[in-house]
């Protein structure tokens, strides 16, 4: 989970050790489901960047994309600290800004926007302004990456994966001050808003998944749930 809400939190408590944690928690899990379509991203050229933490994941993504500049935005400076310092290298390529994602609108240019595991640390109102807020602002074709928690429906880690989001809510409640104690429901929001979903991979179960949506256009989509299954020539579903 990262950081940019309305509800403000404070991650700068938990910069330094986020890392580890994660790794604690779930082992490689969550960095290995936020780069699943890495290589799906080569033909992106401008990103905005959603609370990726301390930028590990748009570290990687500077690298495989040479081509790609990036705005990362958050609300904690210890963790845009860190998102730099991993990202010097291509700091050409970087702008960061200390804000939240409800208070920033994507270029005209922008193609790609990313979230990984940031959207849970929004209440369902925040959710459904924000894909608002993107779609508006965005032309169809851009992708929207997005990584996240469930609770699968049907599966023996069902269990498990109430157990820990419960879990994990409480802790950067401690932690953080982070008052959200459900997820959000994201689907509905991105189809309503004309974006649909084009690849989509899980793993641990169902308990954490990637997928990519393609804003088709502005208008208000006529699909109430995303399609079973989907596909694209260039990206792989797992």
Not at 27 to 46: D, I, M, P, V
Not at 91 to 118: G, K, W
Not at 127 to 154: H, K, M, Y
Not at 221 to 232: K, V, Y
């Amino acid at each position: 989970m990262n950081t940019l809400q309305a509800s403000k939190p404070d991650f700068d408590y938990v910069a330094s050790v986020y890392r580890w944690a994660e790794y604690l928690a779930l082992g490689s899990q969550l960095q290995s489901t936020r780069k699943h379509f890495l290589s799906a991203l080569n033909e992106r050229r401008h990103a905005l960047i959603l609370g990726d933490g301390d930028g590990r994941f748009l570290a990687s993504l500077l690298r495989s994309n040479r081509s790609l500049s990036a705005t990362a935005v958050d609300t904690s400076k210890r963790m845009l600290r860190l998102l730099k310092k991993r990202c010097a290298e291509m700091d050409s390529r970087l702008v960061t800004m200390q804000a939240t994602a409800q208070s920033v609108q994507p270029s005209a240019c922008t193609d790609l926007i990313v979230s990984h595991f940031f959207l849970d640390c929004l209440t369902q109102q925040e959710v459904d302004s924000l894909v608002a807020q993107i779609a508006n602002c965005c032309r169809p074709g851009t992708w929207w990456l997005i990584s996240e928690f469930q609770i699968p429906p049907r599966s023996p880690w069902r269990f498990f994966a109430k157990t820990y989001i419960r879990m994990l809510y409480f802790a950067f409640f401690v932690t953080t001050g982070l008052c959200v104690r459900q997820l959000p429901e994201t689907r509905m929001p991105l189809s309503s808003a004309g974006f649909e979903r084009v690849a989509y991979h899980q793993s641990l179960g169902g308990l954490l998944y990637s997928e990519i949506w393609e804003l088709r256009s502005k208008a208000v989509s006529t699909h109430t749930q995303p399609p079973a299954t989907m596909g694209s020539s260039t990206l792989n579903e797992g």
